[in-house]
Nanobody, 126 residues
Framework: EVQLVESGGGLVQAGGSLRLSCTTS????????IGWFRQAPGKEREAVSC????????YNPGSVKGRFTTSSNNAKNTANLQMNSLKPEDTAIYYC???????????????????WGQGTQVTVSS
C-alpha cells in the first residue's frame, strides 16, 4: 500500500520557521519526483517546491524562492521542506506528492503525480 504522510505543521509567528517531513512507503522512492504543494481556503492549489529526478535541481516559485528549500533522503524514503521567514500568506495545508513520470524537457514542471498525502496544516500568525 502506498502511503505519504506529512508532518511538522503547526502554528508559527511571522518570520518563524517550520520543517515539514514527508514519510513515504509502498513505492520505490528514488524513482519518483517529489513535489510540495499547498492550498489555502478559497485559493487554487499551488506548487511550492520540487526536486527534479531528471537533473537533481530544486525548483521553487517566486512566492517562496529564497525562503523554502526541499531535500530528500533516499535511504529513509523521506522528503523535507524547510520553510523560513514565514509570512501570513503562507498559511495553507501543505501536501507532498510523488510522481513517476517527469518530462526531461520540463523538469519539475511536467510531472504526473501519482500519489499524495493527507496534508499538514501550516498557520502563520501576524
Amino acid at each position: 500500500e502506498v502511503q505519504l504522510v506529512e508532518s511538522g505543521g503547526g502554528l508559527v509567528q511571522a518570520g518563524g520557521s517550520l520543517r515539514l517531513s514527508c514519510t513515504t512507503s509502498g513505492f520505490t522512492f528514488e524513482d519518483y519526483t517529489i513535489g510540495w504543494f499547498r492550498q489555502a481556503p478559497g485559493k487554487e492549489r499551488e506548487a511550492v517546491s520540487c526536486i527534479s529526478r531528471v537533473d537533481g535541481s530544486e525548483y521553487n516559485p517566486g512566492s517562496v524562492k529564497g525562503r523554502f528549500t526541499t531535500s530528500s533522503n533516499n535511504a529513509k524514503n523521506t522528503a523535507n521542506l524547510q520553510m523560513n521567514s514565514l509570512k501570513p500568506e503562507d498559511t495553507a495545508i501543505y501536501y507532498c506528492e510523488a510522481g513517476e513520470y517527469e518530462s526531461p524537457s520540463y523538469p519539475c514542471v511536467d510531472v504526473s503525480f501519482d500519489y499524495w498525502g493527507q496534508g499538514t496544516q501550516v498557520t502563520v500568525s501576524s
